[in-house]
């Protein structure tokens, strides 16, 4: 398996501060995503990277900003939380070759 | 656009039951199709893929098969254990389209012993 992990794992927060969620991946892959997952919607595509400082917008990005200044580290930002930013989020990655995507375990975001 | 639409779960079913999860897709272009299951408390992980008409994935005892004409990529496996039980993603990505991937809302199938 790909080693990819998030951190943190778990966070509760309150309406209105920043919120960075971090991605790191050992596996050299040169794509990495952000989604989101919440009931009935599957996943949603928040934000995607295709290199280092090359990021490009998703499904669901209002709201999130994110930042890749390594080829392993990929940064997830929520410049002023809210409630509807409460979700489950995933980061994951791969070689951009449309094979296996791979996961992280996934950090619990609940903001009130 | 593209979009996936599975069955509603949660699925219940006993030990050696017969699963089917459906699964259909509308995409602009020709697409890819995955399944994606997640265990409790953990991130996705792919479970089977095809690429292109006709196609049959399996693994673990798991099968789908693409179905261009139906637009269809239905989950099946004969024989469910209790440690199926998870959530399981439909997913497509178009061919010369980027790697991202459009998902299903998710299936949660339970198995008793």
């Known amino acids: 398996d790909a080693g990819i992990t998030q951190s943190p794992r778990h966070k509760v927060t309150e309406t209105g501060t920043p919120v960075t969620l971090r991605c790191h991946q050992t596996?050299?892959?040169?794509?990495m995503y952000w989604y989101r997952q919440d009931p009935g919607h599957g996943l949603r595509l928040i934000h995607y990277s295709y290199g280092v400082k090359d990021t490009d917008k998703g499904e669901v990005s209002d709201g999130y900003s994110v930042s890749r200044s390594k080829t392993e580290d990929f940064l997830l930002t929520l410049e002023s939380a809210t409630s509807s930013q409460t979700s489950v989020y995933f980061c994951?990655?791969?070689?951009?070759?449309?094979?296996?995507?791979?996961f992280g375990p996934g950090t619990r975001l609940l903001v009130l | 656009g593209n979009s996936v639409t599975q069955m509603e779960g949660p699925v219940t079913l006993s030990e050696e039951a017969f699963l089917t999860i459906n699964c259909t897709y509308t995409?602009?272009?020709?697409?890819?199709l995955f399944w994606y299951v997640q265990y409790p408390g953990e991130g996705l992980q792919l479970l089977l893929k095809a690429t292109k008409a006709d196609d049959k994935g399996s693994n673990k005892g798991f099968e789908a098969t693409y179905r261009k004409e139906t637009t269809s990529f239905h989950l099946e496996k004969g024989s469910v254990q209790v440690s199926d039980s998870a959530v399981y993603f439909c997913a497509l990505i178009l061919n010369n389209a980027g790697n991202m991937l459009t998902f299903g809302g998710g299936t949660r199938l339970m198995v008793k012993p």
């Open positions: 995409a602009t272009g020709y697409p890819s």
């Open positions: 596996e050299n892959h040169r794509y």
């Open positions: 994951a990655s791969d070689t951009g070759t449309q094979e296996t995507q791979y």
